[in-house]
């Protein structure tokens, strides 16, 4: 008798190959550009295109090595991304500046941030070898969450940029704290959620037939309602106001399946929303705007930007060929809208693809998690990616009103990158403990048994 593990395949080969598809795209899209713009191919193509294969191919074999059943899509999906991001943001730059064709400027920045994040990430993966080890400190993240969200408004370090404060800094460095805040808010949610679901799901009294929780149990979502109020009214910042107390509504319900905690929580920052309406101007501004983008006096950056787009029409005007500059902010708030000029409806289609398709890997990873703080913590982050993409192209599409949110791995900005690529990291830590044989696990249990084959 011999007994044998059903043991999956690592699919790093499958990963390989997307990732060299991914890179392909991207040089090809740098290509379009300098001839687009130039009537050449960029002087540097080829140093720029092996510099960026190669810190995507270190991540991929460091995976090989520390995660090797990790999800094979995410690597190349979250490559692919901050490669066209990349681009648009050269593109833009040439157009600006006429440069000479070298990556410089912001596109140079871009991609030293990228180096950074993506060293961020496989560091992560060192330090963090099983993700349940981060329960230990959940209150620690707790604690770090809301120091990282209120750092900007501290008297000395604290900028207000564009009417948000929302940034810190230090000399000719800034960094916006919120981004890697959301990263240590999901890992605290996960873990508090997973000890108090039970009580969480208990059903109290019923008003019109509808299930309410107990009210001993409104606490922490009214620490959160006030929490993401304090957010809005201090720093302005609607878009982390609404991804904070969204995000956390939405691992309450995957935590205990109470579609009443949704309905509550959409009905207390609906008030909030509307409390903050009447007593600031600015969100009276951004509201304006978003119910006609063409008020005169105002920003017409909105309208812009949906000018733009429907320059772009179905098939785009071609990399290089329109005029996306002409909108402020394009290379960071709205440079969905850049894509959308420059590709159009079936480009931008094709983007949210990707995301869609990185948050379908990230849930399927939820799903496959062993343990119930993998589960939420999979989920959290796969939702922090959803609802950010919803935040900021709503804005830009006007659904909802602007934000002044990033786009995930396109937009210009390096906290953001940062913290985007150190989402990825746990992702793929975690859908490796999911997919990795039992019986090869550290913690191998009499249930991972069962899935031990004896011939």
């Known amino acids: 008798m011999t007994v044998t593990g059903q043991n999956p395949r690592t699919r790093r080969g499958t990963e390989l190959v997307l990732l060299i598809f991914a890179i392909a795209v991207v ?46 899509t995410l690597l190349p999906i979250a490559t692919l991304l901050n490669g066209l991001g990349l681009v648009m943001i050269h593109r833009l730059d040439l157009n600006s500046s006429k440069t000479n064709g070298l990556l410089e400027g912001s596109a ?73 805040a959301k990263l240590c808010a999901v890992v605290f949610f996960a873990s508090y959620l997973v000890q108090t679901r039970d009580a969480l799901s208990l059903v109290g009294k019923r008003v019109l037939g509808f299930p309410l929780p107990r009210a001993r149990d409104l606490g922490p979502i009214i620490v959160a309602w006030l929490a993401s109020l304090a957010v809005l009214v201090f720093e302005s910042d609607l878009g982390t106001s609404l991804l904070f107390f969204g995000l956390f509504v939405a691992m309450l319900y995957i935590a205990t399946e109470r579609r009443s905690w949704i309905i509550i929580g959409l009905g207390m920052f609906l008030l909030g929303c509307f409390v903050a309406y009447q007593l600031f101007a600015h969100f009276q501004v951004r509201v304006q705007l978003w119910l006609d983008p063409f008020t005169e006096g105002l920003s017409d950056q909105n309208a812009k930007g949906l000018m733009g787009m429907a320059s772009g029409g179905l098939t785009g005007t071609g990399l290089g060929k329109g005029h996306p500059e002409i909108t402020y902010f394009a290379n960071s708030d709205f440079i969905f809208a850049s894509f959308g000029e420059e590709l159009g409806l079936i480009g931008v289609m094709a ?47 006007r659904v909802i009103p602007l934000t002044g949110q990033t786009t995930p791995f396109l937009a210009a900005g390096g906290s953001s990158l940062l913290a985007n690529w150190m989402l990825v990291a746990l992702l793929l830590r975690i859908s490796d403990q999911a997919r990795r044989p039992m019986f090869e696990s550290k913690d191998v249990s009499d249930e991972m048994t069962q899935a031990v084959r004896i011939r």
């Open 108 to 180: 140079l920045r871009q991609l030293v941030w990228s180096a950074v994040a993506i060293g961020a990430a496989i560091a992560l993966l060192f330090v963090i070898s099983d993700h349940r080890r981060l329960r230990r400190y959940t209150f620690t993240f707790g604690l770090a969450g809301i120091v990282l969200l209120m750092m900007p408004l501290l008297p000395v370090i604290g900028r207000n940029i564009n009417g948000n404060r929302i940034w810190i800094g230090l000399g000719p460095f800034s960094f916006q704290p919120g981004e890697i």
């Open 351 to 397: 983007i949210l693809m990707l995301y869609g398709l990185f948050v379908e890997r990230g849930l399927r990873t939820a799903l496959a998690a062993r343990d119930g703080f993998g589960k939420l913590l999979a989920s959290g982050l796969a939702f922090s990616i959803a609802l950010q993409c919803f935040v900021v192209i709503g804005g830009v599409t």
């Open 27 to 72: 040089l090809l899209a740098y290509a379009n550009v300098g001839l687009a713009m130039e009537g050449s191919l960029p002087v540097d193509l080829l140093p720029i295109g092996a510099g960026f294969a190669v810190i995507a191919i270190v991540f991929h074999l460091v995976l090989r090595w520390k995660a090797a059943y990790a999800d094979p």
